[in-house]
């Protein structure tokens, strides 16, 4: 995979870039305020369709001007791909070889990428939330059809937690209605489920073994799915809907009484630890970060899995936080392989191989 230009017009504080890339490693270096995250959020908006860092596309548009467009051509073995996104007060357009692409779920896959920015450190640190979309977000990268049900998943909660809330304020606990959403609920459940665990398996055997390279050894890293229905990991695939169904029906009473969804996936969480100690509550600010990183590294190697096609790698802000060593290493990992953008305050502790490789750009005032 490789992006070998990109065009940004009125993009954040950038009025024009017109950036040739074909080369394997660029480097994005400058004081702070000067434009380095938005060119990487540019090329993440290109690959997902929405930024990392903000849901109103607005925020996107160079203040003072009506229109924003970031444009990318993209090599994909034999095939190239022209993708844009538009954005203006009314709203953001993303098309594909001229083609508009109404549902993101298909758009999505075009430009395989993983970020790596400084709020990934949450992904040990924060809320379960925060986890919950790390896995919905990339494996959605690799199944458009994972996002289609997680889509349907959604609105269905919001259905049937709405109609929960009706139920308590009657006092009932009876429901046509509520068996037959409760069906549904149960079958994108589990094709959720499966999903996640499939991609779960995987993605830990790559994170183990990169958060082993990068901290020499001294830490084994595990990565647990914790569902909110626990007795699902002690129970054949095949029993589900029976061990949720059953689950659901005990729970009636709580639910409706409390007006909301007490089990299923959009309640899980995952468990992070290093030689068994809890990442989340206990883990330094350097092994949180490690491992946050380690599981973003994997996913190169899963999408590769997936798609036979290496996805661009985008590092904000990650050198200035490495030791020299690590650094290196990381730099190491990724050489010869994955196209990489990376924004760095200043090139200290770079290796000279990496720098005589490297495209250096020097960022000031969005220019
Ligand atoms: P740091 O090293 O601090 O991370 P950076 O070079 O990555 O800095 P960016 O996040 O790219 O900085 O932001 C550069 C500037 O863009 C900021 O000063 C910000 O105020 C400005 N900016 C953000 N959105 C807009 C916008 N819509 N219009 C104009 N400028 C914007
Ligand atoms: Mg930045």
């Known amino acids: 995979m490789r992006v070998e230009n990109l065009n940004l017009k009125?993009?954040?504080?950038?009025?024009?870039?017109?950036?040739?890339?074909p080369e394997e490693l660029h480097l994005f270096v400058g004081p702070n305020a000067q434009g380095k995250t938005n060119i990487l959020e540019s090329l993440y908006l290109l690959a997902l369709g929405k930024s990392h860092r903000t849901r109103t596309h607005r925020e996107l548009i160079r203040f003072g001007e009506k229109r924003?467009?970031?444009?990318?051509?993209?090599?994909?073995?034999?095939?190239?791909?022209?993708?844009?996104?538009?954005?203006?007060?009314?709203?953001?357009?993303?098309?594909r070889n001229g083609i508009e692409q109404p549902r993101l779920s298909q758009y999505i896959g075009s430009l395989p990428a993983v970020?790596?920015?400084?709020?990934?450190?949450a992904l040990v640190k924060g809320s379960p939330q925060i986890r919950r979309r790390f896995l919905d977000m990339e494996i959605g990268q690799v199944s458009p059809?994972?996002?289609?049900?997680?889509t349907q998943l959604n609105k269905l909660l919001t259905q049937r937690n709405s109609l929960l809330k009706q139920l308590g304020q009657k006092g009932t606990f009876q429901s046509a209605l509520l068996n037959v959403l409760d069906e549904q609920f149960i079958q994108f459940s589990i094709d959720l489920w499966k999903k996640r665990l499939a991609f779960l398996s995987s993605l830990k055997k790559w994170a183990r073994g990169i958060h082993q390279a990068i901290t020499r050894g001294l830490e084994e890293l595990e990565i647990e799915y914790l569902p909110s229905l626990p007795s699902l990991l002690d129970t054949d695939?095949?029993?589900?809907?029976l061990l949720l169904q059953r689950e659901l029906e005990k729970k009636r009473e709580k639910e409706?009484?409390?007006?909301?969804?007490?089990?299923?996936?959009?309640?899980?969480?995952?468990?992070?630890?290093a030689n068994g100690l809890d990442l989340?509550?206990?883990?330094?600010?350097?092994?949180?970060?490690?491992?946050?990183?380690?599981?973003?590294?994997?996913?190169?190697?899963?999408?590769?899995q997936e798609t036979g096609y290496y996805p661009v790698l985008l590092l904000d802000d990650v050198l200035s936080e490495l030791d020299d060593s690590r650094k290196t290493h990381l730099l190491e990992a990724i050489r010869g392989r994955v196209q990489t953008f990376v924004t760095t305050t200043n090139l200290e502790g770079i290796d000279q191989e990496t720098l005589a490789k490297a495209r250096i750009y020097q960022v000031r005032q969005g220019r």
């Not at 970020?115 to 450190?121: G, V």
């Not at 007006?259 to 630890?273: K, S, W």
């Not at 350097?286 to 999408?303: P, V, W």
């Open 10 to 21: 009125q993009f954040r504080n950038i009025a024009e870039l017109d950036l040739h890339c």
């Open 68 to 95: 924003a467009v970031a444009k990318a051509s993209v090599r994909k073995g034999e095939q190239k791909l022209r993708l844009e996104v538009q954005m203006t007060e009314k709203g953001k357009k993303v098309s």
């Open 115 to 121: 970020l790596f920015a400084p709020e990934d450190l």
């Open 145 to 150: 059809a994972y996002v289609h049900h997680l």
């Open 237 to 241: 695939p095949g029993e589900w809907p």
């Open 256 to 273: 409706i009484r409390r007006g909301t969804t007490l089990i299923g996936p959009q309640r899980d969480d995952l468990r992070l630890t």
């Open 280 to 304: 989340h509550l206990y883990g330094s600010q350097g092994q949180q970060r490690t491992a946050a990183l380690s599981l973003k590294l994997a996913e190169i190697e899963l999408i590769y």
